[in-house]
C-alpha cells in the first residue's frame, strides 16, 4: 500500500513498524534518530495521532499504540461543520439512516440472544424513565438501543460513523423541546422492532426502522 498522502513520517512508522494496538511505541528520540528526524517534528506529529486517538502517552507508561477509533478522527470535523452551518444535522442524519437501513440486514443476523436480551432491557429502561415521576427523557437509551443492533459488524467505519451520529445528535439538541408524545412514539417502534428482532422477522423490523425514523424533527 502507497503511503505517500499519508504526511506524517510518526503514523508512517506506526505503520511501516507494525506495532499493533496495545504495544509500546518507541521514544520520539529514539524513533528521530532511525528516521534522522527530529524530535521537535516528531513531537507536533505525535500531537496529531493523539487527537485520531491512535496513540496515548502516559506517565511511566510513554506512547502505546491504541485500537482504531474511527469517531475520533471524525467528529471534531461534524462538530465544526454544524457550527459553522457549512453542514447540517439533517445531511448527516440522512447518511446514518442510508447505513442503517442498508447495512440492517447483515447487522441483525449477527445479534445473539444475548444481544436480543439486552435490548429489551434497553426498552425497560427506557419506558421506566418515560412513565416515572418525574419523567426523564431517555435518550440514553436511544443511543444504546441503535449502537447494540449494529454492535456485530465488523466494520470500524460503520461503527465510528454511527457513533459520531449520537454524540452529534446529543450537540444538535434537536429533540430539546419534542413533545412527550415524540418519545412515546419513538419507543413504542423501537419496543415493536425489538420484537420483530426476536422472532427473526427481519424485514418487518427493517420496516419498523424506517418508518420510525420519520418521527425526527427536521428543523
Given at each position: 500500500?502507497?503511503?505517500?498522502?499519508?504526511?506524517?513520517?510518526?503514523?508512517?512508522?506506526?505503520?511501516?513498524?507494525?506495532?499493533?494496538?496495545?504495544?509500546?511505541?518507541?521514544?520520539?528520540?529514539?524513533?528521530?534518530?532511525?528516521?534522522?528526524?527530529?524530535?521537535?517534528?516528531?513531537?507536533?506529529?505525535?500531537?496529531?495521532?493523539?487527537?485520531?486517538?491512535?496513540?496515548?502517552?502516559?506517565?511511566?507508561?510513554?506512547?502505546?499504540?491504541?485500537?482504531?477509533?474511527?469517531?475520533?478522527?471524525?467528529?471534531?470535523?461534524?462538530?465544526?461543520?454544524?457550527?459553522?452551518?457549512?453542514?447540517?444535522?439533517?445531511?448527516?442524519?440522512?447518511?446514518?439512516?442510508?447505513?442503517?437501513?442498508?447495512?440492517?440486514?447483515?447487522?441483525?443476523?449477527?445479534?445473539?440472544?444475548?444481544?436480543?436480551?439486552?435490548?429489551?432491557?434497553?426498552?425497560?429502561?427506557?419506558?421506566?424513565?418515560?412513565?416515572?415521576?418525574?419523567?426523564?427523557?431517555?435518550?440514553?437509551?436511544?443511543?444504546?438501543?441503535?449502537?447494540?443492533?449494529?454492535s456485530r459488524l465488523d466494520n470500524p467505519f460503520?461503527?465510528?460513523?454511527?457513533?459520531?451520529?449520537?454524540?452529534?445528535?446529543?450537540?444538535?439538541?434537536?429533540?430539546?423541546f419534542a413533545s412527550y408524545q415524540y418519545w412515546?412514539?419513538?419507543?413504542?417502534?423501537?419496543?415493536?422492532?425489538?420484537?420483530?428482532?426476536?422472532?427473526?422477522?427481519?424485514?418487518?423490523?427493517?420496516?419498523?426502522?424506517?418508518?420510525?425514523?420519520?418521527?425526527?424533527?427536521?428543523?
Amino acid at each position: 500500500m502507497q503511503l505517500t498522502k499519508l504526511d506524517s513520517q510518526f503514523l508512517n512508522y506506526l505503520i511501516e513498524a507494525q506495532i499493533a494496538p496495545g504495544e509500546r511505541v518507541p521514544t520520539l528520540q529514539e524513533i528521530g534518530q532511525e528516521l534522522g528526524i527530529s524530535v521537535g517534528k516528531l513531537r507536533e506529529q505525535l500531537e496529531v495521532a493523539r487527537n485520531l486517538g491512535l496513540v496515548s502517552v502516559r506517565p511511566r507508561v510513554g506512547i502505546q499504540r491504541e485500537p482504531l477509533d474511527f469517531s475520533k478522527a471524525i467528529l471534531p470535523s461534524v462538530l465544526f461543520s454544524l457550527g459553522t452551518g457549512e453542514a447540517s444535522f439533517l445531511q448527516f442524519s440522512q447518511l446514518r439512516r442510508a447505513i442503517e437501513t442498508v447495512l440492517w440486514p447483515q447487522a441483525v443476523v449477527l445479534l445473539t440472544d444475548n444481544d436480543k436480551t439486552r435490548l429489551h432491557q434497553i426498552v425497560d429502561q427506557a419506558w421506566q424513565k418515560l412513565r416515572g415521576q418525574p419523567i426523564h427523557v431517555p435518550n440514553g437509551e436511544h443511543r444504546q438501543f441503535h449502537l447494540a443492533i449494529f454492535s456485530r459488524l465488523d466494520n470500524p467505519f460503520v461503527q465510528g460513523l454511527l457513533a459520531s451520529y449520537w454524540d452529534a445528535y446529543e450537540a444538535s439538541e434537536l429533540t430539546r423541546f419534542a413533545s412527550y408524545q415524540y418519545w412515546l412514539d419513538v419507543w413504542n417502534y423501537h419496543e415493536k422492532i425489538v420484537d420483530a428482532l426476536c422472532a427473526n422477522e427481519f424485514d418487518l423490523g427493517q420496516q419498523l426502522l424506517v418508518e420510525h425514523f420519520d418521527l425526527l424533527p427536521t428543523t
